[in-house]
């Protein structure tokens, strides 16, 4: 598939998907990114792996500035695992350490298993159409 109808397949995926599946996204983002700051350090790249860990370290900040604090106790403890896992990445990414960014992973896969079961639940329909704004995807 050309890398221009990969990127219009991926637009379309995110304009059409529900907040749940926008996070699972995310999370998938943030897993590949990572996955590829760890080829880039195994194969010797110098400036490869701090490019991808910075990348996975922004979804997470998205994820983090996008939490609506007034929905009980969930946001919180969220906002708490997302600043967990940032310091990891910036740890792993500073010292070169994978087992910082191998935890920041662990962290985030246990999540992106909730997200899944949570997106898969059947949600009322809503009139949101339109872009939707945050993280590029498409990578």
């Known amino acids: 598939m050309p890398l221009t109808e990969l990127r219009q397949y991926t637009a379309h995926t995110a304009q059409t998907a529900t907040p749940g599946q926008l996070v ?7 897993l590949r990114f990572c996955a590829q700051g760890r080829a880039a350090f ?3 790249d110098v400036g490869g792996p701090g490019n991808r860990v910075t ?12 939490l609506d604090m007034t929905q009980g106790k969930m ?19 500073l010292q070169k350490d994978m087992a910082e960014i ?21 949600r009322p329909a809503t ?13």
């Open 75 to 93: 946001p919180p403890t969220l906002a708490s695992l997302y600043e967990y896992v940032g310091e990891k990445l910036t740890a792993g990414r």
């Open 24 to 30: 699972v996204m995310l999370y998938d983002g943030f």
């Open 102 to 122: 191998d935890e920041a992973v662990r962290v985030m896969t246990d999540l992106r298993a909730a997200w899944v079961q949570i997106a898969g639940t059947q």
């Open 42 to 44: 195994e194969a010797g």
């Open 55 to 66: 990348r996975a370290k922004e979804i997470v900040t998205e994820g983090r500035d996008t």
């Open 127 to 139: 009139d949101r159409r339109g872009p939707v704004v945050g993280v590029n995807l498409a990578g």
